[in-house]
Structure formats: structure tokens, C-alpha cells
């Protein structure tokens, strides 16, 4: 059978060619595994990238100019990210895992002023909420018109924060490791002057 002459060619022609091509591209990308494919509900049912937050938070320990915690969280908690961010003049120590319940949580440490936090973590359009106790430790709240929310203790020469889109529980759970955590040992040079 001879092909079609090119004048009773059509766009149905192109369509039909473009299906063929992107049929065999996923399927190439399928068996290659450079590929996902994210039919879950939340970031539990993807595959969550792993991160060392001991080691993570060990090496900001001895760079940073401020005590650094590494809070022990729930075993169900799977540690997915780490950072270091600039705040103003300063620099924070930034890790982050996924909850039990599927939600991100963010752990921010960092000697800049509980202002600045707030806006690095939740941005301008921010507002107070009010502020809790947790382990005889006032942490100011705050939520974003995103409805993410950031709550931030003052721990002396260190500022918590402490943000998520989750649940306040999962929060309170973090907030509470963070106190019953110790300083890091800093294997940092001393100033001298």
C-alpha cells in the first residue's frame, strides 16, 4: 500500500505521531528509573530523600558562632533535609523531616533576632498568635497567610525556631526535644582579641 500523499496529510497525522513519541519516551524513562511516579496523597506514600541531621547538625556545631541542639524525634520522623540559610547578618542552621502524619517540620537555629527569624521562616505577611509554654519555655507563635506556622524561643545566645504546616502537636514534640537536648561539643577555634 503506497503512503498517503503529503497534500491528505493532517494535524490528526501529527497528533497521532506525537502520542507514539511520548508513549515509548515514559517507557524508556520507566525502565531507565529516572522517573516517579507520585500518585500518593502525601509525602509518606513518595520516596523521601534522606539526610544525616546528627551529622548535618554536628558540622554547623563547629562552624557556627552559637550553640547548636540535635533533638531526638520520634523514630517514625524521617529526616529529609538540611541548610544553612543567611539571616541578615548572621546565618542559621536549617533541618527538616517528615512527620509521622505526612506533614514537613522545620528546625531552625541561629543567633539573629526573633524579628528576622520570623520573616526568614514565614515571610512579611506574618502575624503573632500569641505564644506558649513548653518545658517552662515561652516560644512566641506566629502564622503566615499560607497558614504555615513558626514558633520561636529565645535560649539566650541562640534563637529557636520551629516551623510547619502540620499539626501543633508534631511542633510541640519537636519544641520539647530541642530543650531536653544539650549543646553540641564545638570543635571550633576560640577567638582571640
Request: charge should be negative; include cysteine.
Amino acid at each position: 500500500m503506497a503512503d498517503k500523499p503529503r497534500i491528505l496529510q493532517d494535524g490528526k497525522d501529527l497528533i497521532w505521531s506525537l502520542i507514539a513519541l511520548g508513549v515509548i519516551i515514559l517507557v524508556v524513562a520507566g525502565i531507565a528509573g529516572s522517573c516517579s511516579w507520585g500518585f500518593g496523597s502525601d509525602a509518606t506514600d513518595q520516596k523521601v530523600p534522606h539526610f544525616d541531621v546528627s551529622a548535618g547538625l554536628e558540622a554547623d556545631a563547629n562552624t557556627m558562632p552559637f550553640p547548636i541542639r540535635d533533638p531526638k524525634v520520634p523514630d517514625a520522623w524521617q529526616p529529609n533535609s538540611g541548610s544553612t540559610q543567611e539571616i541578615e547578618k548572621t546565618i542559621s542552621s536549617n533541618v527538616g523531616w517528615i512527620t509521622g502524619g505526612g506533614a514537613y517540620i522545620q528546625l531552625t537555629q541561629t543567633d539573629a533576632v526573633e524579628e528576622d527569624v520570623m520573616r526568614k521562616l514565614l515571610g512579611d505577611d506574618t502575624s503573632g498568635t500569641g505564644t506558649r509554654d513548653i518545658g517552662g519555655q515561652m516560644w512566641v507563635t506566629y502564622e503566615n497567610l499560607d497558614h504555615q506556622k513558626a514558633w520561636i524561643a529565645d535560649l539566650g545566645g541562640v534563637r529557636i525556631g520551629v516551623k510547619s504546616r502540620g499539626k501543633d502537636e508534631s511542633m510541640q514534640t519537636l519544641a520539647e526535644a530541642v530543650l531536653a537536648a544539650q549543646p553540641l561539643k564545638a570543635d571550633r577555634p576560640v577567638p582571640t582579641g
